[in-house]
């Protein structure tokens, strides 16, 4: 069983900066975890994901430049530095964990309560 904690989330102007954390609790640590999110009237949407050795990472092309995952050394936090930040990148956040590399959302069978990020213009 995994679950997932999300912190982090707020509102800030654009052009701003604004960090998410999903803290992981697990028997043993998914090989893939990600972020998501889910803008009002919008399909959940892929934005970033990081490999349990932290060597695999994928990246939307919206926010390729501007977000970086990373994790802890134990781990058992999953971070998105969100830099340059966009009224478009307003949304619902929600980590994720998976078996597998992918920003496919239905891969995912483990999911965080999610984070609300607003950017103002």
């Known amino acids: 069983q995994v679950q997932l904690v999300e912190s982090g989330g707020g509102s800030v102007q654009a052009g701003g900066s604004l960090r998410l954390s999903c803290a992981a609790s697990y028997t043993y640590r998914?090989?893939?975890?990600?972020w998501f999110r889910q803008a009002p009237g919008k399909e959940?949407?892929?934005v970033a994901g990081i490999s349990r050795?932290?060597?695999?990472?994928?990246?939307?092309?919206?926010?390729?430049?501007?977000?970086?995952?990373?994790?802890?050394?134990?781990?058992?936090?999953?971070?998105?530095?969100?830099?340059?930040?966009?009224?478009?990148?307003?949304?619902?956040?929600?980590?994720?964990?998976?078996?597998?590399?992918?920003l496919s959302a239905n891969q995912y069978p483990y999911w965080g309560q999610g984070t609300q990020v607003t950017v103002s213009s």
């Open 30 to 34: 998914p090989y893939f975890m990600a």
């Open 53 to 102: 050795d932290g060597t695999q990472l994928l990246y939307t092309d919206s926010v390729k430049g501007r977000f970086t995952v990373s994790q802890s050394d134990a781990k058992n936090i999953v971070y998105l530095q969100m830099d340059s930040l966009k009224p478009e990148d307003t949304a619902m956040y929600y980590c994720a964990a998976a078996g597998i590399k992918t």
């Open 44 to 46: 959940r949407e892929g």
